[in-house]
């Protein structure tokens, strides 16, 4: 839609520009107004719209009166100045006439100068106040006839022959289509510009152009406050108000190349700056500054892998989750949570399946890193060569298959937050250096690169062999074990607190009755009994695996002692006497007859016993069974 004004000189002008309109249809939606008004009465008035349509003097005048407003001067036909040259041969006879008006209504008159037989001087004015000299001109001239618009009429005296020139409907209908045209095309070059302007002031970066007078042409919001500026800079030479730029200005200019990651501190500051070259058909026009903070850059850094790992790296479990009744589990627990507040480095001691990694996130989770990510690895589940991949990442084509932009490695992820090293003591020898060189200097440098990435991380390690005892056998770096061992955590196995196995054995029979849509009463005091004195040799984890073999398995709502028995037994740990009277086989012949059942595969073996590999491997090497 259009908001169209138009100006007429004289009331008899309004009809025609009335009947016009009426009958114009454009692509656009108009809405006019007419207003009538001689050009000295044009001072003080204000026209709300979006373009201006006005005659002669008038429309020069609203040009410069509204310059943010499109002003289209109301057309002269060339059959409206043949009318009127007409209409003044035929009302006076005159030997010479006298054409005075604007620029553009006596460039009209020139191109039809030669139609004509009489002579006719023109008089461009670009102001109403010159039309008495141009009048005084053209009567020392000869001319006995003037032609123009409403203020050369106004200008004449009572012995002055003039004939006005009156605007046809064809002249309107032409500056309609103009009007139109440019008002779109006006429209669409403010729209870009303010969109444009919109970019560049709510850029995080900040933003100069220097054009090639070294004449900075512009400066945004963000640019002005690095660099302690205003609007007063635009117009003033680059080296004049960047002079500490000045060699990267010249080095940019002389080589016409990019210019990346400058550093320079302004006002205490530490910024990074960009120096690209403007090129238009081959030339460079000018420069523009690309300018960043340091430290903005590096919080922006901290706030998206913030983003990114708390999709998937994050800690679920805290202190709440943790069923603690015995005063050994509950003064390791009051431990934890106050070393939870600190940075040092914590290790976990343990049996497997005590819980080291729910203590580890629930230390997480307490401390000033909570919102950031946690990073867990189990050491004894990769190989050497992976687990270097894996820890430090790697660059775009550092070996055959790596991914196209290379990988973060855990260290890296684990940014701003705590990384849980589970299973420490199972790392090689030969790779452990390489861990302490990262707990040493908080870098860690991704396979085939060769940029050092500063990192920020808690290290929390969790193992369930004594590593003081590797360490006498050459098995464990020292300096890795003092560096690991500042805070040390160690839980208790699940035999010596019996009082929290019925209570994490009820919330387990709650969770998979949840799970298998099972309605369970609680255990028998029959029942409790045998869990109790049940060696529960793989910790927590067994429980829950009975607690989840039991949900499966019982087809009544009561837990006895019978169903209990009946899991416990098809488990080669349970106590060394069967309350039926048959002694339990020992562990090493359970293993080798799980080795007989299942062909020696390792994975169905520990399966079977509910436990992991790595303590699998343990007891095999306990018993020194090497048939595998």
Known sequence: MINLIFIVPYEELRPLVEDVLREYKPDEEIISSIYVFKTWEIGGVSFPGDVIISRGFTAQLLKKQYPDLVCVPL???????????????????????????????????????????????????????????????????????FIGGLSLM????????????????AAIIQTLDEAVRLTLRTRIERNRAAGLHTIINHSRQGVVFIDEADTITAINETAARYLKADDRWIGHKGRDMLPFLSSF????????????????????????????????????????????????????????????HSRGLKAKYTFNDIICTSDVFGRALNQARQFSQVESPILISGESGTGKELLAQSIHNAGPRRDGPFVAINCAALPE????????????????????????????????????????????????????????????????????LSIDIRVITATNRDLRALVRAGLFRQDLLFRLDVLTVNIPPLRERPGDIINLFDRYIAEFSRKYHREIDPISGEAKTLLREHTWEGNVRELRNIAERICVLNPRDVIGAGMVREVLYNSPNVPARDPYGEEEPSEQEVLRALIEKYGGHKGKIAG?????????????KKYQIKNL
């Not at 106004?154 to 409907?169: N, S």
């Not at 890296?412 to 090293?421: D, N, P, Q, R, T």
């Not at 079977?608 to 095999?620: M, N, V, Y």
Request: aromatic content about 8%; proline content about 3%.
């Open 385 to 452: 060569n992976l687990l270097e991949s894996e820890l430090f990442g790697y660059s775009e084509g550092a070996f055959t298959g790596a991914l196209r932009g290379g990988k973060p490695g855990l260290f890296e992820m684990a940014h701003g937050g705590s990384i849980f090293l589970d299973e420490i003591s199972e790392i090689p020898v030969s790779f452990q250096s390489k861990i302490l060189r990262v707990l040493q200097e908080n870098e860690v440098r991704r396979i085939g690169d060769d940029k050092v």
């Open 608 to 620: 079977h016993l509910g436990i992991d590999r790595s303590t699998l491997w343990r007891k095999l």
């Open 249 to 308: 200005l010249e080095e940019v200019k002389r080589t016409g190349a990019d210019l990346n990651n400058e550093i320079i501190t302004v006002a205490d500051q530490l910024l990074t700056i960009d120096f690209i070259p403007a090129v238009h058909e081959h030339h460079t026009v000018g420069i523009i500054l690309f300018i960043q903070s340091v430290s903005r850059i590096q919080k922006d850094e901290a706030l998206i892998r913030k983003k990114i």
């Open 75 to 145: 057309k002269v036909s060339g059959y409206d100045i043949i009318h009127a040259v007409h209409k003044a041969m035929r009302t006076y006879q005159p030997r010479k006439i006298g054409f005075i008006g604007s620029y553009l209504m006596v460039y009209n008159i020139e191109n039809l100068r030669g139609i004509f037989d009489i002579e006719i001087l023109t008089y461009p004015v670009d102001d109403i106040d010159y039309i008495p000299a141009a009048l005084d001109r053209a009567r020392d001239d000869g001319c006995d006839c």
């Open 154 to 169: 106004a200008g004449c005296g009572p012995r002055d022959r003039a004939v006005m020139i009156e605007t046809g409907k």
